[in-house]
Nanobody, 121 residues
Framework: QVQLLESGGGLVQPGGSLRLSCAASGFTFSTYRMSWYRQAPGKERELVARITGVGGNTNYADSVKGRFTISRDNAKKTVYLQMNSLKPDDTAVYYC??????????????WGQGTQVTVSS
């Protein structure tokens, strides 16, 4: 059974920090590109950050660049999102995504259930 279980969300004041975790099981984690997406009320889901499985290359949305850091631990089958200098606009449900980056009929992309991050004073 494939699972992506997010944790680490919560309420934080502006300027504060949180670290999100996504624990994966049921697939070959190390070969998958892992991403964090987020969705705020009334808005479309947007890509926040991603990290490749092969080379560990990262990229970020412009809105979080310099504040957020994505990392992965293949031994623990976990991807992290360190969020610093949080802003109210960062408030959203954050989702973990796993993509094999294989364009075939067997390609399956997995999503977690999400974890709520609220940035408010």
């Amino acid at each position: 059974q494939v699972q992506l279980l997010e944790s680490g969300g919560g309420l934080v004041q502006p300027g504060g920090s949180l670290r999100l975790s996504c624990a994966a099981s049921g697939f070959t984690f190390s070969t998958y590109r892992m991403s964090w997406y987020r969705q705020a009320p009334g808005k479309e889901r947007e890509l926040v950050a991603r990290i490749t499985g092969v080379g560990g290359n990262t990229n970020y949305a412009d809105s979080v660049k310099g504040r957020f850091t994505i990392s992965r631990d293949n031994a623990k089958k976990t991807v992290y999102l360190q969020m610093n200098s949080l802003k109210p606009d960062d408030t959203a449900v954050y989702y973990c995504n796993a993509d094999p980056i294989v364009y075939s009929s067997s390609r399956i992309v997995y999503w977690g259930q999400g974890t709520q991050v609220t940035v408010s004073s």
